[in-house]
């Protein structure tokens, strides 16, 4: 009779392993996705039923294992030391089958990363090859013309798949770049509202001085900024009046053209004030 528990707990171990009370179904996606979170989730599960084996303590490694982990887990053949409960295999597979939602956290105390001091350099050094503004053509490598990391509008319209792609070291392409200190910072970054951003502001194109004139000063005032220096620019949109996503000589002998020999008028916002920002606009008081 004394070994009845242990012939009891080698058949309970048998049936787990074997897939006869581990194995289940996996819960699909509910229709509009799920609460869970790798914050208040995946990360714990991991910790509890992995990391002694295979310290899978970060969202990239989950990933890039996502299909194999879910697999063996709903099969009982992991972990091999416990049979994790029906509920949480469950949760597991809805979180998986939901592709893995993840919020990403902002420090307690908020943090000190800004677009100046880290997230700009970044953006630049590590997508800029094909999301640049400048970058035209096959040079793009297939990034679409909206998707420009030097515009203010499309960092904010863009910013979670930017936090998705990094963590699932889709970005860079063939690269990859996570984990590491660098992407953890662009992280925080995006996680605390991205800091020191510029804001989007109402502007008029070709009112290159703000002065809420649009004459021959503004040609001269993107003259000035190109070649001399003495004309600061408080609203680069507004200063890029053929709308190319560049303020550059074009700007001002567009403009002469349009006021002095009936050439094209400057794309919108022109007529009325708008918004559609590519370049940031500091400053302007003409609207």
């Known amino acids: 009779m004394r070994l009845l528990p242990h012939l009891m707990g080698l058949l309970l171990l048998f049936l787990s392993r074997g897939g006869l009370l581990a194995a289940r179904d996996p819960i699909p996606c509910p229709s509009g996705s799920t609460a869970l979170r790798w914050e208040t989730f995946g990360e714990t599960f991991f910790f509890r039923y992995c990391n002694r084996c295979h310290g899978w303590n970060n969202y990239t490694d989950v990933w890039t294992r996502k299909d194999l982990i879910l697999e063996q887990v709903v099969a009982g053949n992991m972990p091999p030391f416990e049979t994790v409960p029906p509920e949480e295999i469950d949760r597991l597979s809805e979180w998986m089958r939901c592709d893995l939602p993840v919020d990403g956290s902002c420090p ?6 800004t677009h100046d001091n ?5 953006l630049e050094v ?5 999301h ?5 053509g096959e040079a793009r490598q297939g990034a679409p013309l909206d998707q420009n990391w030097d515009d203010p509008a499309a960092l904010r319209a863009y910013a979670l798949p930017i936090r998705d792609t990094l963590l699932r070291n889709q970005m860079p392409p063939d690269l990859g770049l996570s984990p590491s200190p660098d992407v953890d910072r662009l992280l925080e970054w995006i996680a605390c509202g991205l800091a020191g951003l510029p804001e989007k502001r109402f502007y008029r194109r070709g009112d290159a001085n703000s002065d809420g004139f649009r004459d021959i000063t503004d040609a001269v005032t993107v003259l000035l900024y190109l070649f001399e220096g003495t004309a600061p ?7 890029d009046i053929d709308g190319s996503g560049k303020v550059e000589v074009t700007d001002a002998v567009n403009w002469l053209n349009f006021l002095f020999l009936g050439g094209t008028a400057p794309p919108e916002p022109f007529r009325d004030c708008g918004d559609l920002g590519r370049l940031g606009c500091e ?3 003409g609207c």
């Open 283 to 285: 400053q302007f008081s």
């Open 108 to 113: 307690t105390a908020g943090s000190e990363v």
């Open 118 to 122: 880290f997230a700009a350099k970044f």
């Open 126 to 130: 590590h997508c800029g090859s094909c």
């Open 233 to 239: 620019l408080r609203c680069f949109d507004a200063a």
């Open 132 to 136: 640049w503004k400048s970058r035209e």
